[in-house]
């Protein structure tokens, strides 16, 4: 099921540049020239994602925002905003944005903040098992001290919402939560993501921006899938860490922040410290209070008051019902996607029941449990793309292009194919062509 995002801009060919765009990434998009007009839009639809300009005539995004989050607290909204300054940046999380994008911006960055949007949750953790209720109980004993914590578990099991909810009750809680996606990004705009970079430190740096670190003064960063960082960029986080002060790109003075540290990952660190594709002090840095989350097929308890949950999200405020045979069917399923999947077979499910009752048929309707067919399906996969990285010299963007996928994708599958023992070959430098708003 396509998400559905708002876009809020009085300027028209910046409405019809972001719209186009979202389209093509595979989102449903309505637009609203003011706050007044998108207000009226949140009345007749629900949407996944909210993207406001800050400086609009009657209603400004800020004010905007602030009506949002009385209607719909949960629902994200990110800010478009042509400065750049921290006191802008902290401000707009202090009012509850999501986050910002800074004008000018590219596809990229557009289409990693709406990700990062669409993957947090509203920060509630369900915990009717055992197991949730032993996570909770960690979260909430570490919450208010200030040690860097490390959540670990599988893709989708709701890491993000753990990390939320230790911000939430910390001392830091009236402070901004900036996640950032360690994986969206390559090396070198992930160091200007995090650090941020000085008027004119590099070609096309024409105002200073400040990095997620500056943003999340007083407050707490979420380095999300922290193992897919560069091995040289692991070696300025450890800095960080240890002298509480980042290295702004192009500034000759180390700056001082004051930020509590959550990290995230799906992997094996202790594996990968020992294949050398993580340090050993930084994981020990990180690693400090570890929690994991366990995946949704152990903890079934929880599958009931999720489902309740969700359905209460994507009902549009309708009396949708589970009948007791597909409930036993959810209940048993192996959830390999997590809480992820079982969110998005639940706001399909009820399209499919036309918002009333969601029976057995409706879920098998969806046949999303086809193994056989996978194995088959990922064998011709990984031909597809090993064939098209050797025609093409291992150029990523070429071969990506070639197979109509993003390069991020195909990236995201090399590392698979890889930590299966397939051998691929390396890519030679390219450049990922991206167009700017």
Partial sequence: MKRAILVVDDDY???????ESLIRAGYNVYVAEDGIRASDE???????????????????GIDFLKLVKEKQPFLPVILITAYGTIQDAVHVIKEGAFDYIQKPFDSEALYSVVKR???????????ASKAMKEVLLKAERVAKSDITVLVHGESGVGKEVVSRFIHENSDRAKGPFVPVNCAALPENLLESELFGYEKGAFTGAQSRKPGKFE????????????????????AKLLRVLQEKE????????????????????????????EEGRFREDLYYRLNVFPIHVPPLRERRDDIPELVAHFLRKHSKGMDVRVEEEAMAFLKENSWRGNVRELENIIARACILSNYSVIKLTHLKEMDFAKEAHQGTMKEMEVKLILDALKALNGNRT??????GITVRTLRNKIREYREMGIAIPDSIPDREETWRF
């Fill in 13 to 19: 060919h910046m409405r019809l540049a972001l719209k």
């Fill in 42 to 60: 949140l009345k007749k639809r629900m949407f996944d994602v909210v993207i406001t300009d800050v400086k609009m005539p009657g209603m400004n």
């Fill in 117 to 127: 949007a669409l993957k947090g949750d509203s920060g509630n953790i369900i915990c």
């Fill in 215 to 234: 943003v999340a003064d007083k407050g707490t960063i979420l380095l999300d899938e922290v193992t897919e960082m560069d091995f040289k960029l692991q």
């Fill in 246 to 273: 980042i290295e702004v790109i192009g500034s000759r003075h180390p700056k001082k922040v004051d930020v509590r540290v959550i990290a995230t990952t799906n992997r094996n660190m202790k594996r990968l410290v």
């Fill in 398 to 403: 070429k071969a990506a292009s070639a197979l």
